[in-house]
């Protein structure tokens, strides 16, 4: 059974599924690799509301880091490369290289770059955070203007974050 809710946000309506416990993506508007069909999906915004909620904070700039339960269908390789996703700090960037290498396959960076391209939980699977290895803005599921205000987003919190911590630090 999968339950979907709908919510809006800066970079547009965002759809959510789950498979009743655990979140299973986070789909942009017109998703380059979403769902094959909608048919049978049931809408349960209580299901899905803890995630909405994080989703929410992230936006607002209160939340850095996300807890919901993820179950993102895809090969084992694939797997791998979204949990390598999930460990990129909030506002850096790595390449589809690094991620490579973290995995243990230093010569998949093309494979990386297409599993990172087939990530179903965007925003919460942090794959926006990957850049080209010169340091460009490179294909992104949900469009580079997204993926660049997604970066620019925790750029500017992580700027905010600092200066609130310095001036702390001075009285």
């Given at each position: ?102 995995i243990g ?49 925790e750029a ?16």
């Amino acid at each position: 059974m999968t339950y979907y809710t709908t919510m809006p946000s800066p970079v547009g309506e965002l759809t959510l599924t789950s498979d009743g416990s655990a979140l299973t993506a986070v789909y942009f508007e017109a998703p380059k690799y979403g769902p094959a069909s909608t048919d049978g999906w049931i809408r349960d915004d209580a299901v899905l509301a803890d995630a909405r909620q994080q989703l929410d904070e992230y936006f607002r700039g209160e939340r850095t880091t996300f807890d919901v339960a993820l179950a993102p269908s895809g090969t084992d390789f694939q797997c791998s490369v979204w949990r390598a996703l999930s460990d990129i700090p909030y506002a850096a960037t790595t390449s589809y290289g690094q991620i490579a290498s973290s995995i243990g396959k230093p010569a998949a960076s093309r494979a990386v770059g297409a599993a990172n391209g087939r990530n179903p939980i965007s925003i919460i699977v942090p794959c926006h955070r990957v850049i080209g290895s010169g340091g460009d803005l490179t294909g992104y599921g949900g469009g580079l203007d997204r993926k660049r205000w997604l970066l620019d987003h925790e750029a500017v919190v992580i700027s905010r974050r600092r200066a609130a911590a310095a001036g702390t630090n001075r009285a």
